[in-house]
């Protein structure tokens, strides 16, 4: 039996976290103050452990959003990507929030296709239907850019936008991505030394998706004084530094390190292609290039998946959103303290060697593991024996 938990507002049992760890789960935070996106993302979240159906017949998010505290007459707008790999049986669902799911004016929807066609509707939310609009397409959507406007003529709690949609054939495999923390655990104590990583796997069948600009939003809780912290957003990267182990293979991790207190975090990933994104032909059978890793070519550690010879497939624009999970801290967290080191670093080159000079080059880490910010300095010694190159002797000038 494998548990999924939902914890719902700040009185939610401490324990949930730990019953979802033991069975081998995953759990999911709402905050008393969150819109229906959150409650959306953590069912969806929790279908992961489903019975398994063919690529062809599993619905994907294709977007998300939500809008709160939204006012009378100020429209609120966005976009979706319908790309070739989707397009059948989509789905598009507005949900409504406001005293009781009873309002008392209709909402204005606009929803233009890429070949410019308008399609308008009024939809005045009631008790009955819960406070959601569901328009679902007949047809094949139009491959390209959908834009969407909703005027609402009354002030209204909150609006929630979500498309969904199949593969474009059955047969056709949809670009799918699935979002994750990396701890070991779901309960974290922020005074030893922990590394947490929010991982995102974006794929097409079996072959990963390269060159996709993926982002995690990181919902943190309030402060002491009951303050909400705002989102953070973290840009993962498949660049085999990091987080990320292996370069090209269509997983995008960053390590999290802005812990601002005690209390739970929930995570979600977007995604989001165009002329640069493409699939890595050259990652066959599940396994990346070298199928046959050796000290000269590990499968780690900076290792390139795409091979010399492998084709690139172009996607073209495309966005999907996948739900992570939460996890809990159990300290309180002082902000003062620095406890996070720099990061390792893990592509270390020499990419030139004159009479006088040696000239090297790796990724820069960051202050706190692979965080944006720069680490204070860089120390590098060398030796003419590497095994003097140790952590017990490196600071001793005897060897160094």
């Not at 974290?188 to 990963?208: C, N």
């Not at 090297?360 to 003097?388: Q, R």
Request: hydrophobic share 30%; with cysteine; net charge negative.
């Amino acid at each position: 039996v494998r548990v999924v938990t939902i914890a719902l507002g700040l009185d939610a049992d401490p324990e949930l976290e730990q019953l979802a760890i033991k069975t081998g789960g995953k759990s999911f935070y709402i905050d008393d103050s969150s819109g229906p996106g959150n409650i959306n993302d953590a069912f969806s979240g929790s279908q992961t452990y489903q019975p398994g159906d063919v690529l062809g017949n599993t619905n994907t998010v294709v977007h998300q959003k939500d809008f709160n505290d939204v006012k009378d007459g100020k429209p609120v707008q966005g976009f979706y990507d319908i790309d070739a790999s989707i397009g059948r049986d989509v789905t598009y669902q507005v949900e409504v929030k406001t005293k009781n799911n009873n309002c008392k004016k209709p909402l204005s929807i606009i929803l233009i296709a890429p070949d410019q066609t308008i399609t308008t509707e009024n939809y005045q939310c009631t008790p009955a239907d819960f406070g959601v609009y569901r328009h679902q397409f007949t047809d094949l959507a139009l491959e390209g850019r959908w834009i969407y406007k909703l005027t609402p003529q009354e002030n209204l709690d909150s609006i929630s936008v979500k498309v969904e949609s199949k593969s474009r054939k059955e047969s056709t495999e949809p670009i799918m991505t699935k979002c994750w923390i990396a701890t070991g655990a779901q309960e974290i104590d922020t005074s030893v030394k922990v590394k947490l990583a929010v991982v995102a796997q974006v794929t097409q069948g079996t072959k990963p998706v390269i060159g996709a600009k993926v982002v995690a939003e990181v919902e943190r809780p309030a402060d002491m004084d009951g303050n909400p912290y705002p989102p953070m957003t973290l840009e993962l990267a498949d660049n085999g530094s990091g987080a990320d182990k292996i370069k090209n293979d269509g997983t995008y991790a960053r390590y999290f390190a802005q812990f601002t207190g005690k209390g739970r975090y929930s995570v979600k990933c977007q995604v989001a292609g165009d002329e640069n994104t493409g699939v890595n032909g050259g990652f066959t059978g599940g396994r990346v290039y070298p199928q046959i890793p050796d000290p000269h070519s590990p499968l780690c550690c900076g290792s390139n998946a795409l091979s010399p010879d492998a084709t690139v497939s172009k996607t073209g624009n495309f966005t999907r959103q996948a739900a992570g999970g939460g996890f809990q801290v159990t300290n309180d967290v002082d902000l003062s303290v620095d406890n996070i080191p720099p990061g390792q670093v893990t592509d270390l080159r020499v990419v030139e060697i004159t009479l006088q000079t040696i000239t090297v080059e790796f990724t820069a880490p960051g202050n706190n593991l692979d965080s944006a910010d720069a680490a204070a300095e860089y120390i590098i010694k060398y030796s003419s024996t590497a095994g003097n190159l140790t952590g017990g002797n490196f600071d001793l000038t005897d060897f160094n």
